[in-house]
């Protein structure tokens, strides 16, 4: 086949990015070239994410919008809304589009054959809106076990490069816990392990591509190895640290992209402070800080009093860490007194951000039908609070950062160094009152994090020698706070 052009999307968690990493390097192997517009591309392939009902919605209106700017393009809908949008009931002469092909989540791998792999469902020929019987439509038995095996099986993605600076290590995938608000279960599947040896050759040709940071990530990292000999989740990260701290540390660092609670017991604990390359920095799935609603979530089998004991112990080994945590606002029977127990909680804690989300009622979940369901408008007005909560948490935490000499900052486009970059204005800086600052970085000004996952605008060196692509982590100076982060400025490597 002649080279053929694709245009990729992707919505949702980082675990969705990887994937679509793997899929753009399988596409560009047999052929493809990506393209930078939907209208220019032969093959349009969307990656869904259910995660909340927003996000399904997501999906149905890319795939309306795409149909329209690519109408002759081959579209492909994937990821866990794949389902979802097969079962969806359009308004009685609703104008809607469909995709050429759909793909559910348990056989996103087999598109790594490519985009024209014949798969039961395909809907061949006619690319024209059209209602559509849903994926894998009409299909026999024999569907059903491939979906069976598939679902068994570790997916077989796997990267060599990210498109981002910082690149996701999909590690786990699936989870068997069924909190009562959550479809991932019915989407993603029972929890599956990646070898460790899978893992730590991936690690390395990351790191040997010049990324200078690796996030280790999974559906439920907490569940990794579950009915396997290959241990848990901190086995692995000692092993993982032990392989590539000789040669990396210093120069790259690991981050974990989330844990719960009830992880960080003195094993976590232990092998949170025995890592050399891991940040200082945690994100945890809280979801809440009642213990009533939390286990009408289903997710009584740890508590509030986990995370702050955790955290305490960490402070003598991290005296400055980033702790971000997931929060659920309004879910169904939430009191006043929930909330203020969850506020309560978020002032006790050390609390660098946190990603406040209204509850979203999903068909098919236990709270879906749960009484004491809350109003939409007091949903909304609860993550309001929740978040001036957690935005003053932010502004002091950055604000105590100003006090430290040094931070080292992954940059987000590294090439752009080759590059002139408008400076932060002098008087943005030094002007500015000595607790916190509305400074604002102009524009062009190159972005990254550090190691406390601080969102950081650098400011270039008005004399000397400019880091190069290659400068990995950079040793750099905070110097005001912004809205959402810090003004840094480099410094000259030690």
């Known amino acids: 086949m002649s080279a053929w052009k694709f245009y990729l999307v992707t919505f949702g968690c980082k675990v969705n990015q990887y994937e679509t990493q793997s899929l753009r390097e399988a596409w560009l ?7 930078n517009a939907p209208a220019l591309a032969d093959v349009v392939c969307v990656n869904s994410c259910a995660i909340t009902s927003k996000g399904e919605r997501d999906a149905r209106n890319a795939v309306f919008r795409l149909r329209r700017e690519a109408p002759t393009a081959r579209l492909i809908l ?36 490519g985009p024209w792999t014949d798969l ?80 730590v050759s991936e690690a390395l040709r990351l790191l040997q591509a010049g990324h200078t940071e690796i996030m280790v990530s999974g559906i439920n990292l907490g569940q990794y190895g579950r009915g396997t000999d290959m241990g848990d989740f901190w086995s692995l990260l000692r092993t993982l640290d032990a392989a590539l701290a000789p040669e990396f540390a210093g120069q790259a660092r690991l981050r974990i992209s989330s844990l719960e609670p009830g992880q960080l017991d003195q094993q976590g604990l232990d092998a949170l402070m025995a890592c050399r390359m891991l940040c200082p920095h945690l994100h945890i799935s809280l979801q809440h800080g009642s213990q009533a609603v939390l286990k009408r979530m289903g997710r009584g089998h740890y508590t509030p009093a986990m995370l702050e004991s ?64 809350i109003p939409h408008s007091l949903k909304l007005e609860r993550a309001a609070r929740l978040r001036e909560a957690v935005a003053r948490k932010q502004q002091a935490f950055l604000t105590e950062q100003l006090k430290l000499s040094r931070v080292l900052v992954a940059a987000d486009n590294p090439q752009a160094f080759a590059e002139p970059a408008t400076d932060v204005a002098a008087a943005d800086v030094t002007d500015a009152p000595a607790d916190v600052t509305a400074a604002k970085p102009k524009k062009n000004t190159i972005k990254g994090v550090n190691e406390y996952y601080a969102a950081c605008s650098i400011r270039m060196p008005a004399q000397g020698k400019r880091p190069g692509a290659d400068a990995g982590l950079l040793p750099a100076r905070p110097v005001a706070v912004t809205e959402k982060g810090l003004v840094v400025e480099l410094m000259p490597a030690e």
């Not at 192997?29 to 393209?35: H, I, L, M, R, T």
């Not at 990210?162 to 816990?177: E, I, M, N, S, T």
């Not at 955790?310 to 169904?332: C, E, K, N, Q, R």
């Open 78 to 113: 994937t990821g866990c809304a794949a389902r979802l949008f097969a079962d969806y009931k359009p308004r009685p002469g609703a104008i809607w589009a469909a995709p050429d092909l759909l793909v559910p989540q348990e056989e996103k791998s087999r598109l790594l054959n």
């Open 310 to 373: 955790a955290v305490s112990a960490l402070s003598a080994h991290w005296p400055v860490m980033g702790l971000g945590a997931d929060i659920i606002a309004g879910f169904p029977g939430e009191t006043e007194d929930d909330m203020r127990q969850l506020l309560e909680l978020i002032e006790r804690l050390p609390m660098s951000y946190a990603h406040v989300f209204p509850y979203s009622r999903r068909p098919g979940t236990a709270a879906n039908r749960f009484d004491g369901q």
């Open 120 to 199: 039961d469902g395909d809907l061949d020929g006619d690319c024209a809106p059209q209602p559509h019987a849903g994926p894998l439509a009409g299909t026999a038995s024999a569907a059903d076990a491939a979906s069976a095996s598939a679902q068994a099986a570790f997916p077989p993605f796997q990267i060599s490069a990210f498109k981002r600076a910082r690149p996701v290590l999909k590690v786990q995938d699936g989870c068997a816990h069924r909190c009562t608000y959550c479809i991932v279960p019915s989407t993603r599947g029972k929890p599956r392990s990646r070898p460790v040896d899978e893992i």
């Open 29 to 35: 192997a047999q052929g493809g070239v990506e393209c």
